[in-house]
């Protein structure tokens, strides 16, 4: 029947099969069997990224849809602020050199952004980390919520200040993150 999948049908593929796995759950309420996968979540999603048929003349259809679920942000394990400060730490040695100046940068704001996530949805519960929450907040105010390199190199003082305060601030509460 079909000769060679082309891009487009072997991406549809692709995504059929990350919804497939992302949609079996686990059900450990016997003990943690996985005998059968749960049918439901295999035909919900075929249904919602189905494979479109090959067009005459060896063209493809365009792209089948992605399922909503496997695209959606709960579908991300929650960071914990451990490791959220450990990528803000991996920042401290690294400078803005001409090479990598916007990648350095928007590392650095990603980070302080990433422990921030962490530490609003920590058990301890956000008012467990004022400070650093705090300084994040003033360096959004200061950045107006532009990201563009230009703005992130116009605040560069700023935002290592702020990397640099909290970092201060993580290692005179240990607990905090071991």
Known sequence: MF??????????????????VLSVSCDTSDGGSQDTPDTTALSSASASASVPPPTPGGGAASPAPVSASAATPAAVPAVRVRDAFAGLQATLNDTCTPGNCAYFLGRVHDELHRLDRAMKADPKGAGHFPEPIALIKALDTELRGDRSFENLKKHQTSLIRTRDRINTWMQDHPDDYR
């Open 3 to 20: 000769t060679s999948f082309t891009p487009s049908v072997r991406g549809a593929v692709v995504a059929v099969a990350v919804s497939v």
